[in-house]
């Protein structure tokens, strides 16, 4: 994604690039994802219970599906509907999203569990970042040792919001 005059916070801490995972097994990371952790974005404000799925179309692309409760854990279901394809088909680590075509936003697999119990979204200019896991909650050893890597990375680990989420869905 483009970012115009706009200065990164990659750019503004003289970070080096983004580093993504080496390989990711696209049908092993199909299917649904509980957003753990985030950067807050203006477009999940309210945002509790969020989840993302995710499936192959017969294109090749990726479905990508949203949903959130706005307001608390009985909230009102918001949900939206985009499309992801691979952008690095060596890794398939780098992909590009939209859920406003024509625009693509960078979506990067920068940390990866090896039983895909857990995976970490970034953008190349670390403003947007997504801690994501196959269950509702997450071992605090490994909250622990993904924020370890990520401020290994330069990434703002105190922006983080954590995400609320009904246990056992």
């Not at 080096?16 to 203006?42: C, H, K, M, N």
């Not at 050893?141 to 922006?159: F, H, K, M, N, P």
Request: net charge neutral; hydrophobic share 35%; aromatic share 12%.
């Amino acid at each position: 994604m483009a970012t115009g005059c706009a200065t990164t916070t990659t750019s503004r801490l003289g970070l080096p690039p983004l580093q993504t995972v080496p390989y990711v097994d696209l049908p092993r990371y199909l299917g649904t994802w509980y957003e753990i952790a985030s950067f807050p974005q203006s477009f999940q404000a309210g945002c509790t219970a969020t989840t993302a799925t995710y499936t192959l179309r017969d294109d090749g692309d990726i479905d990508v599906f949203n949903r959130c409760r706005k307001g608390g854990l009985d909230g009102a279901e918001k949900s939206a509907l985009g499309r992801a394809r691979v952008v690095d088909g060596a890794t398939n680590a780098r992909l590009e999203v939209s859920f406003f075509r024509p625009f693509w936003g960078d979506y990067w697999i920068i940390d990866l569990a090896d039983d895909y119990g857990y995976a970490v979204v970034g953008h190349p200019g670390r403003d947007y970042l997504w801690i994501l896991a196959r269950t509702p909650t997450l071992a605090a050893d490994s909250y622990v040792g993904i924020l370890a890597r990520l401020e290994a990375q330069g990434w703002e680990t105190a922006r983080l919001v954590r995400t609320q989420q009904r246990p056992g869905n």
